[in-house]
C-alpha cells in the first residue's frame, strides 16, 4: 500500500521559514511527479508548487519567489521551503503524488494527511 506522510509544520513568526517533507512509501513503480497544496480554513484546495520527474517546477502567483520546490527521487521525497511567510499562508499543506504501484497498473493520484502551517505573532 503507498503512503505519502508530510512533516515539518508548525508555527512560525511571519517572515519565518519552513521546511515542510513528503516521503512516499510502499509499493512504488514509478512516480510521474509530486506537488504540494494547501487549504486554509473557508477556502478550496489550491496548489502551490508542483515538479515532474523531469525537473520542471510550478508554482502558484502567490508563493513565487518564496517557496522552493525540490525533490529526492532516491528517497522518493518531495520538499517545500516556505520562506518570507506571510499570515495568509497559513492553511493545512497536503503533498500529493502521481504515481505507478505496479508496472501494469494504472496512474493514480495519491494524497498525504496533511501537516498544519499557522503563521501568527
Known amino acids: 500500500q503507498v503512503q505519502l506522510v508530510e512533516s515539518g509544520g508548525g508555527l512560525v513568526q511571519p517572515g519565518g521559514s519552513l521546511r515542510l517533507s513528503c516521503a512516499a512509501s510502499?509499493?512504488?513503480?514509478?512516480?510521474?511527479?509530486m506537488g504540494w497544496y494547501r487549504q486554509a480554513p473557508g477556502n478550496q484546495r489550491e496548489l502551490v508548487a508542483t515538479?515532474?520527474?523531469?525537473?520542471?517546477?510550478n508554482y502558484a502567483d502567490s508563493v513565487k519567489g518564496r517557496f522552493t520546490i525540490s525533490r529526492d527521487n532516491a528517497k522518493n521525497t518531495v520538499y517545500l521551503q516556505l520562506n518570507n511567510l506571510k499570515p495568509e499562508d497559513t492553511a493545512v499543506y497536503y503533498c500529493?503524488?502521481?504515481?505507478?504501484?505496479?508496472?501494469?497498473?494504472?496512474?493514480?493520484?495519491?494524497w498525504g494527511q496533511g501537516t498544519q502551517v499557522t503563521v501568527s505573532s
Open positions: 510502499g509499493s512504488i513503480f514509478s512516480i510521474n511527479g
Open positions: 515538479t515532474t520527474n523531469g525537473g520542471s517546477a
Open positions: 500529493n503524488a502521481l504515481l505507478k504501484g505496479v508496472a501494469w497498473g494504472p496512474w493514480y493520484t495519491y
